[in-house]
Protein backbone atom coordinates (compact mmCIF):
# COMPACT_ATOMS: atom_id res chain seq x y z
CA UNK A 1 0.00 0.00 0.00
CA UNK A 2 1.57 3.52 -1.13
CA UNK A 3 2.46 5.90 1.96
CA UNK A 4 2.92 9.89 1.56
CA UNK A 5 4.81 11.29 4.11
CA UNK A 6 5.13 15.15 4.31
CA UNK A 7 7.93 16.91 6.22
CA UNK A 8 7.22 19.30 8.16
CA UNK A 9 3.72 19.64 9.17
CA UNK A 10 3.96 23.18 9.84
CA UNK A 11 6.71 25.99 8.46
CA UNK A 12 6.72 29.60 9.40
CA UNK A 13 9.08 31.74 7.93
CA UNK A 14 9.70 35.68 7.25
CA UNK A 15 8.83 36.94 3.56
CA UNK A 16 11.72 36.71 1.39
CA UNK A 17 13.00 33.70 2.83
CA UNK A 18 13.51 30.66 0.18
CA UNK A 19 12.09 27.35 1.57
CA UNK A 20 11.77 23.78 0.46
CA UNK A 21 8.86 21.30 1.38
CA UNK A 22 9.42 17.77 1.34
CA UNK A 23 7.81 14.49 0.23
CA UNK A 24 8.32 10.93 0.51
CA UNK A 25 6.89 8.00 -0.98
CA UNK A 26 7.42 4.14 -0.39
CA UNK A 27 5.99 2.55 -3.85
CA UNK A 28 8.15 3.81 -6.72
CA UNK A 29 5.65 2.13 -9.23
CA UNK A 30 3.53 5.92 -9.96
CA UNK A 31 2.73 7.28 -13.05
CA UNK A 32 3.22 11.10 -11.37
CA UNK A 33 3.34 13.31 -8.52
CA UNK A 34 1.45 16.19 -8.39
CA UNK A 35 1.81 19.22 -6.07
CA UNK A 36 -1.29 20.76 -4.69
CA UNK A 37 -1.94 24.14 -2.46
CA UNK A 38 -5.13 24.46 -0.39
CA UNK A 39 -6.48 27.02 1.41
CA UNK A 40 -8.69 27.19 4.28
CA UNK A 41 -11.96 26.35 3.16
CA UNK A 42 -11.16 25.69 -0.39
CA UNK A 43 -10.49 22.64 -2.69
CA UNK A 44 -7.25 21.98 -4.11
CA UNK A 45 -5.44 23.72 -6.27
CA UNK A 46 -2.70 22.22 -8.96
CA UNK A 47 0.70 24.04 -8.50
CA UNK A 48 3.15 21.59 -10.49
CA UNK A 49 2.46 17.71 -12.20
CA UNK A 50 5.99 15.25 -12.37
CA UNK A 51 5.97 12.36 -14.95
CA UNK A 52 7.25 9.46 -13.88
CA UNK A 53 10.45 10.01 -16.13
CA UNK A 54 10.60 13.67 -15.51
CA UNK A 55 13.38 15.15 -12.92
CA UNK A 56 11.69 18.41 -12.07
CA UNK A 57 9.30 21.21 -13.32
CA UNK A 58 8.96 24.64 -12.78
CA UNK A 59 6.47 27.20 -12.29
CA UNK A 60 7.07 30.66 -11.72
CA UNK A 61 8.72 30.65 -7.92
CA UNK A 62 8.33 27.44 -7.89
CA UNK A 63 10.02 24.37 -8.40
CA UNK A 64 9.05 20.53 -7.92
CA UNK A 65 12.20 17.78 -7.93
CA UNK A 66 11.33 14.13 -8.18
CA UNK A 67 13.78 11.35 -7.17
CA UNK A 68 11.85 8.13 -7.95
CA UNK A 69 14.47 5.58 -7.39
CA UNK A 70 14.63 6.84 -3.56
CA UNK A 71 10.90 7.72 -2.71
CA UNK A 72 11.20 11.50 -3.19
CA UNK A 73 10.02 15.00 -4.02
CA UNK A 74 10.75 18.24 -3.36
CA UNK A 75 8.79 21.94 -3.63
CA UNK A 76 11.00 24.54 -3.61
CA UNK A 77 9.73 28.12 -2.90
CA UNK A 78 11.53 31.42 -3.92
CA UNK A 79 11.04 34.34 -2.49
CA UNK A 80 8.27 33.39 -0.28
CA UNK A 81 5.18 35.94 -0.35
CA UNK A 82 2.46 36.13 2.77
CA UNK A 83 0.47 35.01 -0.39
CA UNK A 84 1.54 31.99 0.23
CA UNK A 85 0.53 31.21 3.24
CA UNK A 86 -1.54 27.87 2.50
CA UNK A 87 -1.34 23.73 3.24
CA UNK A 88 0.58 21.88 0.29
CA UNK A 89 -0.05 18.43 -0.37
CA UNK A 90 1.54 16.29 -2.41
CA UNK A 91 0.19 13.28 -3.96
CA UNK A 92 1.11 10.17 -5.94
CA UNK A 93 -0.59 8.97 -8.77
CA UNK A 94 -0.36 4.83 -9.12
CA UNK A 95 0.40 2.69 -11.57
CA UNK A 96 0.07 -1.39 -12.71
CA UNK A 97 -2.09 -2.77 -10.10
CA UNK A 98 -3.02 0.53 -8.67
CA UNK A 99 -3.25 2.68 -11.96
CA UNK A 100 -4.89 5.84 -11.40
CA UNK A 101 -5.35 5.59 -7.39
CA UNK A 102 -4.00 8.86 -6.05
CA UNK A 103 -2.37 8.70 -2.43
CA UNK A 104 -2.27 12.13 -0.81
CA UNK A 105 0.18 13.00 2.29
CA UNK A 106 -1.44 14.81 5.01
CA UNK A 107 0.14 18.53 3.83
CA UNK A 108 2.61 21.19 5.17
CA UNK A 109 0.78 24.30 6.42
CA UNK A 110 3.10 27.29 5.33
CA UNK A 111 2.93 30.60 6.73
CA UNK A 112 4.49 33.41 5.49
CA UNK A 113 4.91 36.37 8.13
CA UNK A 114 5.11 40.06 6.22
CA UNK B 1 -13.52 28.15 -18.19
CA UNK B 2 -15.78 26.55 -15.40
CA UNK B 3 -14.34 24.46 -13.25
CA UNK B 4 -15.64 21.33 -11.58
CA UNK B 5 -19.27 22.32 -10.17
CA UNK B 6 -19.84 20.76 -6.56
CA UNK B 7 -23.15 21.07 -5.01
CA UNK B 8 -24.85 21.49 -2.05
CA UNK B 9 -21.57 23.32 -0.69
CA UNK B 10 -23.11 22.70 2.28
CA UNK B 11 -25.10 20.19 4.03
CA UNK B 12 -26.78 19.66 7.48
CA UNK B 13 -28.83 16.60 7.83
CA UNK B 14 -29.74 14.42 10.79
CA UNK B 15 -28.28 10.75 10.87
CA UNK B 16 -30.59 8.11 8.95
CA UNK B 17 -31.06 10.42 6.18
CA UNK B 18 -30.07 9.77 2.20
CA UNK B 19 -27.57 12.35 1.35
CA UNK B 20 -26.94 13.11 -2.46
CA UNK B 21 -23.68 14.81 -3.39
CA UNK B 22 -23.26 15.72 -6.96
CA UNK B 23 -20.46 17.14 -9.16
CA UNK B 24 -19.85 18.38 -12.63
CA UNK B 25 -16.54 17.90 -14.02
CA UNK B 26 -15.04 20.15 -16.92
CA UNK B 27 -16.33 19.64 -20.29
CA UNK B 28 -13.56 17.53 -21.68
CA UNK B 29 -12.51 15.13 -18.74
CA UNK B 30 -12.26 12.03 -18.87
CA UNK B 31 -11.80 10.73 -15.38
CA UNK B 32 -13.77 12.04 -12.52
CA UNK B 33 -12.89 11.14 -8.76
CA UNK B 34 -14.58 11.57 -5.39
CA UNK B 35 -12.52 11.59 -2.14
CA UNK B 36 -13.37 12.41 1.38
CA UNK B 37 -11.14 14.89 3.73
CA UNK B 38 -10.85 14.76 7.59
CA UNK B 39 -9.10 15.91 10.19
CA UNK B 40 -8.09 12.39 11.55
CA UNK B 41 -7.89 10.39 7.84
CA UNK B 42 -6.34 13.59 5.32
CA UNK B 43 -7.92 12.94 1.98
CA UNK B 44 -8.70 9.89 0.65
CA UNK B 45 -9.91 8.82 -2.82
CA UNK B 46 -13.39 7.01 -2.40
CA UNK B 47 -14.13 6.13 -5.66
CA UNK B 48 -12.40 7.29 -9.52
CA UNK B 49 -14.44 6.77 -13.19
CA UNK B 50 -12.86 7.02 -16.33
CA UNK B 51 -15.06 7.24 -19.57
CA UNK B 52 -18.46 6.98 -16.96
CA UNK B 53 -17.40 3.74 -16.32
CA UNK B 54 -15.98 2.81 -12.23
CA UNK B 55 -12.30 2.01 -12.44
CA UNK B 56 -11.67 1.58 -8.46
CA UNK B 57 -13.90 1.78 -5.87
CA UNK B 58 -11.49 0.25 -3.14
CA UNK B 59 -11.60 3.41 -0.75
CA UNK B 60 -15.59 3.29 -0.58
CA UNK B 61 -15.71 2.53 3.07
CA UNK B 62 -19.23 0.88 3.47
CA UNK B 63 -22.23 -0.32 1.29
CA UNK B 64 -23.41 2.47 2.45
CA UNK B 65 -22.01 4.72 -0.21
CA UNK B 66 -22.52 4.52 -3.78
CA UNK B 67 -21.63 6.46 -6.54
CA UNK B 68 -22.62 6.90 -10.43
CA UNK B 69 -21.34 8.65 -13.35
CA UNK B 70 -24.96 8.54 -16.01
CA UNK B 71 -23.08 10.37 -18.79
CA UNK B 72 -19.50 12.59 -18.80
CA UNK B 73 -21.04 15.49 -17.25
CA UNK B 74 -22.61 13.87 -14.20
CA UNK B 75 -21.77 12.38 -11.30
CA UNK B 76 -23.26 11.59 -7.63
CA UNK B 77 -22.29 10.53 -4.57
CA UNK B 78 -24.59 9.22 -2.09
CA UNK B 79 -24.72 8.08 1.58
CA UNK B 80 -27.48 5.89 2.68
CA UNK B 81 -28.36 5.38 6.05
CA UNK B 82 -25.98 8.80 6.74
CA UNK B 83 -24.41 8.36 9.93
CA UNK B 84 -22.32 11.33 12.34
CA UNK B 85 -19.05 10.01 11.24
CA UNK B 86 -19.78 10.26 7.64
CA UNK B 87 -19.17 13.92 8.69
CA UNK B 88 -16.38 15.39 6.38
CA UNK B 89 -15.91 17.86 3.03
CA UNK B 90 -16.13 15.67 0.03
CA UNK B 91 -14.21 16.60 -2.88
CA UNK B 92 -14.93 15.89 -6.55
CA UNK B 93 -12.00 15.95 -9.15
CA UNK B 94 -11.72 15.95 -12.59
CA UNK B 95 -8.81 15.15 -15.30
CA UNK B 96 -8.24 14.52 -19.03
CA UNK B 97 -6.94 11.35 -17.99
CA UNK B 98 -5.58 10.12 -14.53
CA UNK B 99 -2.29 8.97 -16.04
CA UNK B 100 -0.31 12.17 -17.04
CA UNK B 101 -2.80 15.04 -16.84
CA UNK B 102 -3.73 16.90 -13.86
CA UNK B 103 -6.33 17.09 -11.32
CA UNK B 104 -8.68 20.41 -11.02
CA UNK B 105 -10.72 19.82 -7.94
CA UNK B 106 -13.83 21.43 -7.05
CA UNK B 107 -14.70 23.47 -3.73
CA UNK B 108 -16.18 21.05 -1.73
CA UNK B 109 -19.19 19.96 -0.09
CA UNK B 110 -19.26 20.16 3.76
CA UNK B 111 -21.50 18.01 5.15
CA UNK B 112 -22.29 17.61 8.74
CA UNK B 113 -24.45 14.14 10.17
CA UNK B 114 -26.42 15.43 13.15
Known amino acids: KQEVTQIPAALSVPEGENLVLNCSFT??????LQWFRQDPGKGLTSLLLIQSSQREQTSGRLNASLDKSSGRSTLYIAASQPGDSATYLCAVTGRGTNAGKSTFGDGTTLTVKP | DAGVIQSPRHEVTEMGQEVTLRCKPISGHNSLFWYRQTMMRGLELLIY????????DSGMPEDRFSAKMPNASFSTLKIQPSEPRDSAVYFC????????????FGDGTRLSIL
Open chain 2, 49 to 56: FNNNVPID
Open chain 2, 93 to 104: ASSVNYSNQPQH
Open chain 1, 27 to 32: DSAIYN
